[in-house]
């Protein structure tokens, strides 16, 4: 990469900079999960060295370091105003562990950090920078593992992109004649319609630019910008990014999404064909044909390493589950079937030892529970004086329904506090996040991006350990009353002080409960 194209690429992301998100599924307790269900030992990320490449305003490190204080952090980007950012969050969640470089990956010392990480993630990069700058981060992640680590590497997969490629080089040519990055991406977000609405039926072509635009349509500006109006954006079949990593001396552990790698509802023709691959990265790469895949999140290790490809339910027992899934209907029976839903999935048990766990798991909100606890805790609610039946269906049952997404595997939980105390601690990165201009997303405990108002973004932020809810309503109400915050009930704005101070004691109290459900309390606030 030229010093003219590096400056050109700082330049996009200073002028339209990437928001800073929390991506779980790279974090280190995710793809130690994955790397331990295929028969790896893995570093203990609790006290890991982590070097994230590309970690634009710290939102994906900065939770890691939160909860992990043992553990010690590094990221680098090369935008002067993402480690800005970054270092901004760093400063206000007080994080000790954290360290944000300004520095370009192709300028980032291999010999000088060979074999020093535990863990290396690389997510949202691969794809947007040069080739040149791709082969660089194969490189530190093949020289800096330490012999049991574990990189992550994100890109954008063929032949899914091959279709959006069109779309993308129509909106690019179209945004030529525009400088000011807003007015490209408010012109091409029009041509995108103007495409959907006339472009021709025939062969599809209509409706493939339609399901573009819906995908986009609710997608922020920073991902429309720098995914279809930018200079770089590389796209790789997944044999041939396998062939680069293996030249570093990598090997494919599996996918950050777990999901992925499974066949689960895959008509059964493709099931056969695809059984037919002994070699696991064929059978994966063909995988890709099937589906249309246009993203992958690889988990990498060195070379030499002996992976397990065999699946054992026991293997549940070693991890955290949580769930998504609902159960059909108001009421449940555990006499009768019970039908569990998961988006456009769902599967039917008349065995009440398996509803009740999967019912104890809902209850839950997404929060883990180790699979022991979760055991025990059935076991007290239905009276039994022996686990092994409940133990057994969970072992017998429950990675199927895994594979399928029904049961997430976590290797640990967050810090969440499980009630409140009485002048409870709100996540700092949460905190941070809420007091900026127009924040309308705010990041758990869990790694969950959460909806919020500036009513939320106001108690959010009041939290902080050095008052209780009942302070936190009262501080609201004198805003809402000054005229610093509108509160409307019914769609109607609140302007009586009487009024005010009741709908807002309410609304404090719903919401801390609210956050409290979505994991936004350290533990330690008690």
């Known amino acids: ?41 893995t570093p203990d990320f609790r006290k890991a060295r982590i070097l994230e490449l590309g970690c634009s305003g710290g939102g994906n490190l900065a939770p890691l370091a939160l909860s992990y204080p043992s553990a010690e952090c590094l990221g680098i980007d ?7 950012e970054a270092n901004a969050l760093k400063a206000f969640a007080k994080l000790k562990n954290l360290e944000f470089r300004r520095q370009d990956i192709l300028e980032f010392d291999v010999s000088g950090n060979k074999g020093a990480f535990d863990y290396i993630i690389c997510h949202g990069v691969f794809s947007w920078v040069p080739l040149n700058v791709g082969a660089k981060i194969l490189e530190i992640c093949g020289a800096c593992l330490k012999p049991d680590g574990i ?53 599809g072509y209509r409706a493939g630019i339609e399901r573009e635009r819906s995908l986009l349509k609710d997608l922020d500006d920073f991902y429309f910008f720098h995914d279809h109006l930018s200079g770089e954006n590389h796209q790789f079949y997944f044999r041939d990014f396998m062939r680069m990593a293996g030249a570093q001396g990598l090997a494919y552990v599996g996918d950050a999404v777990l999901t992925t790698m499974f066949m689960g509802d895959l008509p059964p023709p493709a099931v056969k064909k695809l059984r037919e691959f002994e070699d696991l990265l064929e059978q994966e790469q063909y995988m890709d044909y099937v589906t249309n895949r246009r993203f992958r999140t690889t988990i990498l290790c060195r070379k030499g390493r002996k992976l397990n490809r065999q699946l054992s339910g026991e293997q549940l027992m070693d991890f955290h589950l ?22 456009a999935a769902q599967f039917t048990t008349d065995n009440p030892h398996a509803s009740a766990m999967f019912l104890e798991l809902i209850s839950r909100k997404g929060k883990p529970v180790q699979a022991a606890d979760l055991v025990a805790h059935v076991q007290a609610r239905l009276g039994l004086k022996d686990p092994r039946p409940l133990r057994d269906t969970l072992i017998n049952g429950g990675m199927g329904l895994v594979t399928r997404g029904f049961i997430t595997l976590h290797a640990d939980a967050p810090p969440c506090a499980e009630k409140l105390s009485a002048k409870p601690v709100a996540s700092p990165i949460a905190r941070y996040q809420a007091g900026k201009p127009g924040c309308k997303n705010v990041t758990s405990l869990l790694g969950s991006r959460v909806p919020t108002d500036p009513v ?15 302070d936190v309503a009262r501080a609201l109400a004198e805003r809402i009353r000054r005229g610093d915050i509108v509160m409307k009930k019914n769609e109607q704005q609140v302007t009586d002080l009487a009024a005010i101070r009741a709908e807002v004691a309410k609304v404090t109290e719903q919401t801390a409960a609210k956050l409290l459900e979505n994991c936004f309390f350290m533990a330690s606030s008690g």
């Open 322 to 343: 949580s769930t998504t899934m609902q159960a059909r209907g108001d009421s449940v029976d555990l006499k009768k079937p019970v039908t569990f839903i998961s988006g």
């Open 78 to 84: 090369f935008s002067q105003v993402e480690i800005d």
């Open 1 to 41: 990469m030229s010093t003219q194209e590096a400056g050109q690429l700082e330049q996009s992301y200073d002028e339209v900079p990437y928001e800073s998100l929390c991506y779980a599924q790279t974090h280190p307790a995710t793809t130690a999960m994955v790397a331990r269900l295929f028969g790896l030992h």
């Open 456 to 470: 939320a973004n106001f108690i959010l932020q009041g939290l902080d350990g050095s008052r209780g809810v009942a």
């Open 151 to 203: 990189a992550v590497v994100s890109f954008n997969a063929l032949p899914g992109w091959n279709a959006v490629r069109s779309v993308r080089e129509m909106l690019m040519h179209n945004g030529e004649r525009y400088k000011e990055p807003q007015e490209k991406i408010r012109q091409s977000r029009r041509f995108l319609d103007f495409l959907a609405e006339n472009g021709a039926e025939t062969g």
